[in-house]
């Protein structure tokens, strides 16, 4: 049977800095590594209010980078981003703030780049099953409902 480590407040402290330091972290995450670490709820609660004093530790700016990320590299929709950020008890406050960091102009653009390049990579014959397929690439992006048929409609025909 193996042990587990133990860690004192300074050293889990020290791990978790780094961990922050590393990657943006949201409090979920911290909240889950410490317990992790077999930390006591009182050390948590102290650790992440260090991570927080000293900036390490910022949901505002998690909900930012995350946007940002997910958005350029994945693009993911609107929907999908909020949805994720949610699972990761991300305020709302935070999430309409990172939100508001796409343009509408960017955000159209990237959609309409995936859509295109969806649509012609489907080998799909029938018409109807093709246009399902992208439809339903675009929603589980998350891309908004009226956007995902409007363009479906206007590439397939």
């Not at 050293?11 to 006591?40: D, F």
């Not at 993911?76 to 994720?84: A, C, I, K, N, S």
């Not at 999430?95 to 509408?104: H, K, R, T, Y």
Request: aromatic fraction near 10%; glycine fraction near 4%; proline fraction near 1%.
């Amino acid at each position: 049977m193996q042990s587990k480590k133990t860690y004192t407040v300074q050293e889990a402290t020290s791990k978790l800095e780094h961990y922050c330091a590393y990657q943006e972290r949201c409090h979920k995450e911290v909240r889950q590594k410490l317990e992790g670490m077999r930390m006591i709820p009182e050390a948590i609660d102290v650790i992440i209010v260090h991570l927080l004093k000293h900036n390490f530790l910022n949901e505002e700016r998690f909900a930012k980078t995350f946007v940002s990320g997910k958005f350029r590299i994945k693009a993911w929709g609107r929907r999908r981003l909020t949805f994720e950020l949610k699972k990761k008890d991300i305020g709302k406050v935070n999430i309409n703030q990172a939100l508001a960091e796409i343009g509408s102009a960017e955000y159209i653009e990237v959609f309409n780049d995936l859509a295109e390049k969806k649509a012609n990579s489907l080998t799909e014959g029938n018409l109807y099953k093709k246009r399902k397929k992208l439809i339903d690439y675009l929603l589980y992006r998350g891309w908004e409902s009226h956007l995902v048929y409007e363009k479906a409609s206007e590439i397939i025909r």
